[in-house]
């Protein structure tokens, strides 16, 4: 069931990205009367799934989910209908419109990606508003999973910039060095200004590992127990406040984490505060070095910041959000494009997009990764690579700044390498995630 809530959402999401993407190619074309032959969800080799004509164009839905298209008329394009173009151009060809309006059509689904983006991010924030932890109030410091202490972070370190930038949100962390150009970590350790500076290859081990690096570091507070628990069984209870083991202090959870599987098969003595006194609970460690008790959450020690927006707050905040989440990602394509970080390993896909969206339906989760699935879309379809729009619009640019139009078959010749070039890439992302999957 859990699969097949993921798969709706995922379908759900890319249909709605693919028919909007192609209405911005087919609306402008529209415009300039150019004949649209097809407009089709999904590709159609060999047959369709429906297909109905309506106004001289076939609008359908094809076989293969792998994106979708609009064959307009007169255009050197997926289709590589080389019998038309043998034809002399016709007025309601693509060929034969000013190079400005060719120009239009091509940038036409970039452009709806990017304008959905926005929609959906100043959508959400003025229904859902939005919610971080504020960097700047960690007053314990991070607990620093074995991927960060390997770089050199400690427990209790507090962040406070990476490259100079200050880090306003305890979540933009992990993204900031690993996209950092220099490596440059600013913290606080012990009272003390340290930096740290980390290296390609601490980069390429933070993607192998696919670490969240650090999480809020918090008292040992007890938030529930296991079915199992001996903790409990012992005379622990929810709200109770471990301060020490065994006469020792250790204030942390993160402390208990290493310490506890150490005592396996062993009786300790866990030093409490409950009700403001203090008390011990003795208990013997099981061989499997776990007590069975939760810690409360970081929400119980610090608290959210909210921000509510009204319609004319959210429309700025949403293309300010936009405009972070495409430079995001654009600095984590040039990562890709780095061999010695190996990040092209870590490239996935439709099995690895379909796995970000929640085995619950999660109406915020979904909208936030659409938004995102759009920026992603609008920065890849825009790259100057034949088959894309991205190389008809170098294509056409090129005619307007010269005054001369590429051959045919020029553009017949771009197309086919465009196509090879999209080919290997969609094995490569593909092709990691059945490694994985059987991994």
Do not use: C
């Not at 700047?136 to 209790?156: C, F, K, L, R």
């Not at 880090?167 to 900031?176: A, G, K, L, M, V």
């Not at 310490?259 to 499997?288: H, M, Y």
């Not at 379909?354 to 890849?380: E, K, P, V």
């Amino acid at each position: 069931m859990d699969i097949f809530i993921q798969a709706s959402q995922f379908i759900l999401s890319l249909s709605l990205l693919i028919i909007l993407h192609e209405m911005g190619h087919f609306i402008p074309a529209k415009l300039f009367k150019t004949r649209v032959e097809k407009f089709y969800l999904f590709f159609d080799p060999w047959f369709s799934l429906v297909k109905k004509k309506i106004g001289g164009t076939e609008y359908g839905i094809g076989w293969l989910p792998l994106g979708g298209y609009v064959k307009i008329a007169g255009m050197i394009d997926e289709s590589m209908d080389k019998e038309q173009m043998k034809q002399e151009p016709q007025p309601w060809e693509f060929r034969s419109k000013p190079a400005w309006q060719r120009l239009i059509i091509m940038i036409g689904g970039v452009t709806v990606n990017v304008i959905l983006a926005i929609i959906i991010y100043a959508g959400m924030m003025m229904y859902y508003g939005e919610s971080y932890l504020p960097n700047n109030i960690m007053v314990y410091g991070v607990t620093a999973d074995s991927t960060a202490q390997a770089i050199g972070i400690e427990n209790g370190d507090k962040i406070l910039s990476v490259d100079g930038i200050e880090i306003e949100r305890f979540s933009q962390i992990p993204i900031e060095i690993l996209l950092s150009d220099e490596g440059l970590i600013k913290l606080e350790r012990n009272g003390e200004i340290k930096e740290l500076r980390i290296s390609v290859e601490d980069k390429r081990d933070l993607i192998k590992s696919q670490s969240t690096l650090v999480s809020p570091r918090v008292p040992y507070v007890v938030g529930g127990f296991t079915d199992s628990s001996v903790a409990k069984t012992a005379g622990l209870m929810e709200g109770d406040s471990i301060y020490g083991m065994n006469g020792m202090e250790m204030i942390y959870f993160d402390q208990y984490l290493d310490a506890i599987p150490k005592q396996a098969g062993q009786l300790v003595s866990l030093n409490i505060f409950r009700n403001g006194e203090q008390q011990s609970v003795d208990l013997t460690v099981p061989q499997s070095g776990r007590i069975g008790v939760y810690a409360m959450p970081f929400t119980h020690f610090y608290d959210l910041e909210t921000k509510r927006y009204g319609f004319f707050e959210a429309i700025p905040a949403g293309i300010s959000k936009s405009y972070k989440v495409l430079s995001d990602y654009i600095r984590q394509f040039k990562l890709i494009l780095s061999p010695e970080t190996e990040a092209y390993k870590e490239v996935g896909g439709f099995l690895m997009i379909a796995d970000q969206f929640d085995t619950q339906w999660n109406w915020q989760r979904f909208w936030s990764f659409t938004a995102f699935l759009s920026i992603m879309l609008a920065f890849l379809n825009i790259l100057p690579i034949p088959a894309l729009d991205g190389g008809h619009v170098v294509f056409v640019l090129w005619e307007m700044i010269s005054g001369r139009k590429p051959s045919e078959k020029v553009l017949e010749y771009a197309q086919m390498v465009g196509f090879i070039i999209l080919l290997g890439l969609i094995v490569l992302a593909n092709g990691n995630d059945i490694l994985k999957l059987f991994g």
